[in-house]
């Protein structure tokens, strides 16, 4: 069993930067691909990135990509999501996930985390 905590999320301006952060706890990290995941007010859960334990392997949702980034530090179990140039079309509650290997952008994996809000105003 993997346990999951975000932090980072909160208010900021169109254009401007967050940082989340997932720590994980329990099961082997090292060795699960992990991702993040948002959900807005009205609308179905979507991807949003997604990096292989051994970070070589990267996914990106189109609509983040060049602006997101995805790391992991496996020694410190934790994994980040770097959010640059925000709009407002991309606030939502962000959670981070972990699970077996990643296979591209329709990964589904079964551990979550309990979300963090992001809001992103114009």
């Known amino acids: 069993q993997v346990q999951l905590v975000e932090s980072g999320g909160g208010l900021v301006q169109a254009g401007g930067s967050l940082r989340l952060s997932c720590e994980a706890s329990?099961?082997?990290?090292?060795?699960?691909?992990m991702g993040w995941f948002r959900q807005a007010p009205g609308k179905e859960r979507e991807f949003v990135a997604g990096?292989?334990?051994?970070?070589?392997?990267?996914y990106y949702a189109d609509s983040v990509k060049g602006r997101f980034t995805i790391s992991r530090d496996n020694a410190k179990n934790t994994a980040s999501l770097q959010m640059n140039s925000l709009k407002p079309e991309d606030t939502a509650v962000y959670y981070c996930?972990?699970?077996?290997?990643?296979?591209?952008?329709?990964?589904?994996?079964?551990?979550w985390g309990q979300g963090a809000q992001v809001t992103v105003s114009s």
């Open positions: 329990g099961r082997t990290f090292g060795r699960l691909s």
């Open positions: 996930a972990v699970d077996r290997m990643i296979y591209g952008t329709s990964w589904s994996p079964n551990y």
């Open positions: 990096i292989g334990w051994s970070a070589s392997t990267q």
